[in-house]
Protein backbone atom coordinates (compact mmCIF):
# COMPACT_ATOMS: atom_id res chain seq x y z
CA UNK A 1 0.00 0.00 0.00
CA UNK A 2 1.61 3.41 -0.76
CA UNK A 3 1.51 5.96 1.78
CA UNK A 4 2.47 9.56 1.41
CA UNK A 5 3.45 11.78 4.80
CA UNK A 6 3.56 15.68 4.41
CA UNK A 7 4.88 17.52 6.88
CA UNK A 8 6.19 21.24 6.86
CA UNK A 9 3.22 23.50 7.05
CA UNK A 10 2.14 26.26 9.37
CA UNK A 11 1.64 29.85 9.72
CA UNK A 12 3.72 32.25 8.17
CA UNK A 13 3.64 36.36 7.44
CA UNK A 14 4.17 37.40 3.65
CA UNK A 15 7.55 37.25 2.51
CA UNK A 16 8.46 34.45 5.02
CA UNK A 17 9.56 30.51 4.07
CA UNK A 18 8.13 27.45 4.38
CA UNK A 19 10.10 24.02 3.66
CA UNK A 20 7.32 21.30 2.65
CA UNK A 21 8.36 17.59 3.21
CA UNK A 22 6.72 14.68 1.90
CA UNK A 23 8.14 10.97 2.42
CA UNK A 24 6.47 8.24 0.04
CA UNK A 25 6.79 3.94 1.18
CA UNK A 26 5.08 1.38 0.50
CA UNK A 27 5.57 1.44 -4.20
CA UNK A 28 8.05 -0.43 -6.25
CA UNK A 29 7.85 1.62 -8.84
CA UNK A 30 11.66 1.24 -10.54
CA UNK A 31 11.40 5.42 -11.52
CA UNK A 32 8.10 7.86 -10.88
CA UNK A 33 7.56 11.95 -10.75
CA UNK A 34 6.74 13.59 -7.59
CA UNK A 35 4.44 16.26 -7.66
CA UNK A 36 3.04 18.96 -5.11
CA UNK A 37 -0.66 20.45 -5.63
CA UNK A 38 -2.59 23.27 -4.12
CA UNK A 39 -6.25 23.82 -2.99
CA UNK A 40 -7.34 27.26 -1.30
CA UNK A 41 -10.99 27.33 -0.07
CA UNK A 42 -13.61 27.70 -3.07
CA UNK A 43 -11.15 26.68 -5.25
CA UNK A 44 -10.39 23.66 -7.54
CA UNK A 45 -7.06 21.66 -6.90
CA UNK A 46 -4.26 23.12 -8.68
CA UNK A 47 -0.80 22.14 -9.98
CA UNK A 48 2.32 23.52 -7.94
CA UNK A 49 5.22 21.76 -9.14
CA UNK A 50 6.67 18.57 -10.52
CA UNK A 51 10.01 16.33 -10.59
CA UNK A 52 11.60 13.91 -12.33
CA UNK A 53 13.08 10.76 -11.19
CA UNK A 54 16.43 12.05 -12.48
CA UNK A 55 15.96 14.81 -10.49
CA UNK A 56 17.13 16.89 -14.14
CA UNK A 57 13.78 18.17 -14.85
CA UNK A 58 11.56 20.45 -13.04
CA UNK A 59 8.30 22.33 -13.63
CA UNK A 60 6.18 24.95 -12.23
CA UNK A 61 2.93 26.83 -12.38
CA UNK A 62 3.89 30.76 -13.41
CA UNK A 63 2.68 32.30 -10.09
CA UNK A 64 5.02 30.27 -8.24
CA UNK A 65 8.60 30.46 -10.80
CA UNK A 66 11.55 32.14 -8.80
CA UNK A 67 10.26 32.02 -5.37
CA UNK A 68 9.54 27.55 -5.05
CA UNK A 69 11.99 25.18 -5.78
CA UNK A 70 11.11 21.56 -5.46
CA UNK A 71 13.96 19.13 -5.30
CA UNK A 72 14.08 14.98 -3.90
CA UNK A 73 16.28 12.29 -2.41
CA UNK A 74 15.56 9.40 -3.88
CA UNK A 75 17.67 7.42 -1.66
CA UNK A 76 14.83 8.75 1.28
CA UNK A 77 11.77 8.38 -1.08
CA UNK A 78 10.86 12.28 -0.18
CA UNK A 79 10.54 15.20 -2.08
CA UNK A 80 11.06 18.80 -1.00
CA UNK A 81 8.99 21.85 -1.80
CA UNK A 82 11.27 25.36 -0.16
CA UNK A 83 8.89 28.36 -0.49
CA UNK A 84 10.07 31.76 -0.20
CA UNK A 85 9.02 34.84 -0.43
CA UNK A 86 5.21 33.84 0.62
CA UNK A 87 2.23 35.79 -0.37
CA UNK A 88 -1.53 35.75 1.10
CA UNK A 89 -2.82 34.09 -2.59
CA UNK A 90 -0.46 31.13 -1.63
CA UNK A 91 -2.80 29.84 1.40
CA UNK A 92 -3.88 26.75 0.51
CA UNK A 93 -4.27 22.96 1.53
CA UNK A 94 -0.93 21.40 0.10
CA UNK A 95 -0.65 17.92 -1.36
CA UNK A 96 2.15 15.78 -2.30
CA UNK A 97 1.60 13.14 -5.04
CA UNK A 98 3.71 10.81 -7.03
CA UNK A 99 2.97 9.03 -10.12
CA UNK A 100 2.76 5.24 -11.01
CA UNK A 101 6.02 3.94 -12.83
CA UNK A 102 7.21 6.52 -15.86
CA UNK A 103 10.15 7.51 -17.81
CA UNK A 104 13.34 8.98 -15.46
CA UNK A 105 12.25 12.62 -17.02
CA UNK A 106 8.67 12.74 -17.01
CA UNK A 107 7.73 15.82 -14.15
CA UNK A 108 3.50 15.68 -15.18
CA UNK A 109 1.78 18.80 -14.34
CA UNK A 110 -1.90 16.55 -14.73
CA UNK A 111 -3.19 14.98 -11.35
CA UNK A 112 -4.30 12.70 -14.05
CA UNK A 113 -0.89 11.43 -13.72
CA UNK A 114 -0.83 10.91 -9.97
CA UNK A 115 -2.68 8.17 -8.70
CA UNK A 116 -1.26 8.37 -5.17
CA UNK A 117 -1.70 11.35 -3.06
CA UNK A 118 -0.65 12.74 0.69
CA UNK A 119 -3.33 13.42 3.06
CA UNK A 120 -2.23 17.12 2.90
CA UNK A 121 -0.41 20.35 4.77
CA UNK A 122 -2.07 23.56 5.40
CA UNK A 123 -0.24 26.42 4.76
CA UNK A 124 -1.75 29.91 5.83
CA UNK A 125 -0.04 33.31 5.21
CA UNK A 126 -0.88 36.47 6.72
CA UNK A 127 -0.76 39.84 5.17
Known amino acids: QVQLVESGGGLVQTGGSLRLSCAAS????????MGWFRQAPGKEREFVAAISWSTTVTSYTDSVKGRFTISRDNAKNTVYLQMNGLKPEDTAVYYC????????????????????WGQGTQVTVSS
Open 26 to 33: GHTFSSYA
Open 97 to 116: AISGSVNAYSAARSAGVYPY
